[in-house]
């Protein structure tokens, strides 16, 4: 299995679009330090065709240790959320796309 990394990522955006490596790694982390930034703000990022990451809070609860037994408290926290788009959904699950016409 293939796990992608920036450096995959900046290697695809040169080939694609041409720049050179070290403005295609620039570009990709300012792409990624805008979506982290927003992220942190406690803003959704919506990306078209693929998906919303957004911030939930998740509140107090009490918890237990599996060894023990023993009631922990989990405290309240922020947890990042990914929601596929119905696309990326279909194309995981190997259907087809279809793709709609801006006119219909």
Known sequence: MLTVTR?????IIH????LSRNECADLLE????????TLE???SVKISGFG?????QKGRRVGRNPKTGEEVPILPRRVLVFRPS???RTRINGGAV???DDDD
């Open 98 to 100: 279809v793709e709609m």
């Open 30 to 37: 300012s792409v990624l330090t805008r979506i982290r930034s």
């Open 86 to 88: 119905h696309v990326l």
């Open 41 to 43: 703000a406690g803003e």
């Open 52 to 56: 919303t990451f957004s911030v939930r």
């Open 15 to 18: 080939a694609e679009v041409g």
């Open 7 to 11: 450096a995959h990522l900046a290697d």
